[in-house]
């Protein structure tokens, strides 16, 4: 019986496909990409999360020509445009792990999927708009 020198196992246990093991991704073909985009975005929201109530606590008690002389400081603008960049790319990441580990019709899934990145999105878009025209003063 011959052995894989780099795992110590006996060769052809592995259940992945040859190029599965060549390209050294598992079984969904994405390879633990997902797992450091998320842990990425997890970061940039643990970063973001401090400016982003400080900003939120700042709009509590104006009136609202103050907080509209808030919302069109350009650092604020960018901080809440990157606290909603990495919000629904966070969002829609795990959201698409959850559908595809737990449902198992491919066509529900692949449905799934896909309103899954109609859905984040629309939010991203709608988000961004907010904020931009808000900034812009209009």
Avoid at 67 to 80: D, E, F, G, H, T
């Amino acid at each position: 019986m011959s052995f894989d020198e780099s795992h110590g196992a006996p060769k052809g246990s592995s259940m992945r496909t040859p190029l599965g093991r060549v390209r050294n991704l598992g079984a969904a073909h994405s390879g633990t990409s997902d797992f450091w985009r998320q842990r990425l975005t997890g970061v940039a929201l643990t970063l973001l999360m401090i400016p982003a109530l400080v900003i939120i606590m700042m709009l509590l008690g104006p009136n609202q020509v103050r907080a509209a002389q808030i919302l069109s400081s350009l650092p604020v603008a960018v901080i809440l445009l990157l606290f909603i960049f990495a919000c629904t790319w966070h969002m829609k990441i795990g959201m698409q792990v959850v559908i595809e580990d737990y449902v198992h019709n491919e066509k529900l899934k692949l449905v799934s999927v896909m309103l899954n990145n109609f859905f984040t999105i629309a939010v991203a878009l709608a988000s961004t708009y907010a904020i931009l025209k808000l900034s812009s003063g209009v």
